[in-house]
């Protein structure tokens, strides 16, 4: 009677047999084809996990996932001998399926049970993020050290000492290690997420053995109650780029503050459309504002701030300001109302003087001197790359101004001031004072007002194009003919922005019938 052979050498000659008998083909196909046929017998694969040489899991795993065998990704996942398993870019080539998903939670919802760690087990994190991660497949499924493995047989353990082998694959009792969860979420009303449903369920019955990370967090149209409950089971720290695009009352964003605080390491948060209660009671106002900005406290390491259409801004901007304990690349101020003294305090203050990006589009300042502009750009000028000073109601007078501190703008390389009336003789004065500024690439400037025909804002594109030709014209003779200066004004009837470069890129609602 023949000795029986160890699983292992059994698990290695079959898959040599099946990639021998595939002939001669690239070595990527190969490998799908050698995954394909052993899947055949999902039994023994998953019986030979322990003994699958590292490299050729993750080829082995992309058939699995998309052939949808599930049971071998749950005895994958508890097999895994990397510290990270990327499943998202694998769900972004692959359309995943509810249960393929399930299965890979499951398997590690089976690791996390198991009180003897298998002895190859290695898995720390999990990646659910879709553009995280982008070559590791390919790398894997691709590389020549998988051939290698496939042509070079390993020594077998003799048979005789197979008992004291199966009882050294369990690995001595560990101290239990959380593994980490990391996703992007994007919260919105609509169909539930059941992927997302189902793992939040595993979390909350894992409780810390499974944390659950998110470094991007999207908040849309979603009831407070759920948002929530989500935020309940995050690891709020690790949440490092927040957007709340909710049309929310002040105080609704203040039951919403105290999570924003516990995000210690957030670096770029967006809050927009944020409105206060046409009726609130008296003082109940103030303490929404100052329950918000005091969780600014918090935030040591945030370097983008993004404020768009916040109506409670106007008069209160210091108050955000001097919350703020580290210095910001960007900060960008949109669609609010802003007294002179809220553009006074941000241009004193201390958080300013390292920003790369400043905006404060459809921000009026029609109204306000040019003082405290100036001086705003005066302290940014030695690190400021993008300026948008778009649709803030800037006259002449105004912008002639701030001209000596945009000259010191050496780093500038973007400068956008876009629906500013604003006549041909200041832009003149403009490219005199910003020609020798090396980096400036790109200015995009209104239609002088000289290009248009009547007070009801219609363009001459004749003369329009000519103003334009006299701008060019002026950057080659002073040395600069590849700086790109483009006009823009949006169209009267739908809105839309129409580009003059030097002839119009017309909108349909100057195209003849």
């Given amino acids: 009677m023949w000795p029986k052979l160890p699983q292992r050498v059994y698990f290695q000659d ?12 690239t070595p990527l196909r190969l490998l799908e084809l050698a995954g394909q046929s052993l899947l055949r017998d999902e039994a023994l694969a998953i019986a030979a996990l322990e003994e699958l040489p590292t490299e050729l899991f993750p080829p082995l795993f992309t058939v699995a996932f998309a052939g949808r065998h599930s049971e071998m990704l749950k005895a994958m996942v508890q ?32 690791l996390l049970t198991q009180e003897v760690r298998p002895r190859r087990w290695k898995l720390q994190v999990l990646d659910l993020r879709r553009n995280a991660h982008q070559d590791f497949w390919a790398m894997w499924s691709s590389s020549r050290a998988s051939l290698c493995s496939l042509l070079e047989p390993e020594a077998a353990p003799p048979v005789r000492k197979r008992r004291r082998v199966e009882v050294s694959r369990a690995g001595p009792k560990q101290p239990s290690v959380p593994v980490e969860v990391l996703i992007d979420l994007c919260l919105k009303e609509g169909t539930p997420d059941q992927s997302l449903t189902y793992l939040l369920k595993k979390v909350k019955q894992r409780g810390g053995s499974l944390r659950l990370c998110c470094q991007k967090l999207k908040i849309f149209a979603m009831p407070m109650q759920t948002i929530q409950k989500v935020l309940k089971m995050v ?9 709340v695009n909710c049309t929310w009352k002040l105080a ?32 109940e106002e103030e303490h929404c504002v100052s329950q918000l900005t005091a969780q600014f406290l918090s935030l ?21 300001l001097r919350c703020l ?30 920003l790369k ?53 050496s780093q500038l390389m973007t400068f956008s001031f876009c629906g500013n009336p604003i006549s041909m003789a200041v832009l003149e004065s403009l490219l005199c ?38 701008l060019k014209q002026m950057l080659r003779e002073s040395g600069r003919p590849s700086m790109v200066w483009f006009s823009a004004n949006p169209c009267p009837h739908c809105g839309d922005r129409t580009f003059y470069d030097p002839d119009p890129i017309l909108c349909p609602c100057y195209m003849p019938d």
């Fill in 14 to 25: 079959s898959f040599r047999s099946r990639f021998f008998s595939m002939g001669v083909q």
């Fill in 79 to 110: 097999a895994w001998p990397f510290p990270c398993l990327p499943l998202g870019s694998l769900m972004r080539e692959h359309q995943p399926h509810l249960d393929t998903f399930q299965a890979a939670i499951d398997g590690l919802d089976v």
């Fill in 235 to 243: 690891q709020l720290d690790s949440v490092q780029d927040l957007e």
């Fill in 252 to 283: 609704t964003l203040g039951r919403f503050a105290p999570y924003l605080g516990q995000m210690g390491n957030l670096r770029r948060l967006l809050l927009s459309h944020i409105h206060m209660a046409p009726h609130a009671a008296p003082g």
């Fill in 300 to 320: 040591h390491h945030l370097q983008e701030l993004y404020l768009d259409s916040i109506s409670f801004l106007e008069g209160r901007l210091d108050q955000v």
């Fill in 325 to 354: 304990k580290a210095p910001l690349e960007t900060l960008s101020i949109t669609n609010c109302l802003i007294s002179e003294s809220d553009l006074m305090h941000l241009s004193q203050c201390p958080s300013i003087t390292q």
């Fill in 357 to 409: 990006d400043l905006g404060l589009s459809g921000v009026s300042l029609t109204n306000v001197s040019s003082g405290p502009l100036q001086v705003l750009i005066e302290r940014t000028s030695a690190t400021l790359q993008d300026l948008d000073l778009d649709e803030c109601g800037i006259m002449d007078a105004q912008f002639s101004a701030i001209l000596p501190a945009l000259s010191r703008c």
């Fill in 433 to 470: 004072h910003t020609v020798g500024l090396s980096k400036l690439s790109h200015v995009l400037y209104p239609a002088p007002l000289e290009s248009y025909e009547d007070v009801g804002g219609t363009l001459h594109l004749g003369r329009l194009a000519q103003l334009h030709a006299r």
